[in-house]
């Protein structure tokens, strides 16, 4: 069990286990959620918001008809210089 003391202004110090364990570093935000029972869950904000666009984005690849990295580089290619058909789901 860790401990953190509020300050008057309502900050708080993050335990050092604490903050390997969600791997956070200086400038990170917080995300609190509150749970159905009321328990309250503090993770990495940042490594969140990435699991969500990944489960957004899940099938995406498919959709586009990108199977590997040379897809993904011609894709790349055809914003940059043009010709922007791959764009829109096959």
Do not use: H
């Not at 390997?20 to 917080?30: F, I, N, T, V, Y």
């Not at 990495?44 to 990108?66: C, H, M, R, W």
Request: proline residues 2%; without cysteine.
């Amino acid at each position: 069990m860790n401990l953190a003391r509020i300050s008057a202004n309502g900050q708080i110090t993050v335990p050092i286990e604490i903050r390997r364990l969600l791997k956070l570093k200086e400038g990170d935000k917080l995300l609190f959620i509150q749970k159905e029972n009321g328990e309250v869950v503090i993770d990495n904000a940042a490594k969140t918001a990435l699991i969500k666009a990944q489960k957004s984005f899940s099938g995406a690849a498919e959709d586009f008809g990108v199977k590997n990295d040379d897809d993904v580089q011609e894709m790349v290619n055809e914003i940059r210089y043009g010709n922007k058909k791959r764009l829109k789901p096959r």
